[in-house]
């Protein structure tokens, strides 16, 4: 069973930057497409970040976050990063870690919680002065 570990979360002004990491643990050969998603409120649908196949580390980026947020993971792998920089209030919110053992199609999928498998329990970030 695959189980994802998010750390790093934390309390940052405006402007300011954090490092998420995400620890995977148990089989790392099942695990294809790794993701971050982000929810502001309970009961509000998990906003797409960003995400990397962890073979060949082609990556995708939501439109809000390209140029200031970067993913990235350890090679040999079991740990993967979320760079944030430039943080706004607006970003605050529980940010969680995903996984799946299926290589997602940037140009078509990879983007919605549904299409993955294995989530952590998340990590709080909060962007206020």
């Known amino acids: 069973q695959v189980q994802l570990v998010e750390s790093g979360g934390e309390l940052v002004q405006p402007g300011g930057s954090l490092r998420l990491s995400c620890n995977v643990l148990?089989?790392?050969?099942?695990?294809?497409?790794m993701a971050w998603f982000r929810q502001a409120a309970p009961g509000e649908e998990r906003e797409f970040v960003a995400?990397?196949?962890?073979?060949?580390?082609?990556?995708r980026y939501a439109e809000s976050v390209k140029g200031r947020f970067a993913i990235s993971r350890d090679n040999p792998w079991n740990t993967m990063y979320l760079q944030m920089d430039n943080l706004k209030p607006e970003e605050t919110a529980i940010y969680y870690c995903?996984?799946?053992?299926?290589?997602?199609?940037?140009?078509?999928?990879?983007?919605?919680?549904?299409?993955?498998?294995?989530w952590g329990q998340g990590t709080q970030v909060t962007v206020s002065s």
């Open positions: 995400a990397i196949r962890v073979r060949g580390g082609r990556k």
């Open positions: 148990g089989p790392l050969d099942r695990v294809f497409t």
């Open positions: 995903a996984a799946d053992s299926a290589r997602k199609e940037f140009d078509v999928e990879g983007t919605t919680p549904r299409e993955y498998e294995w």
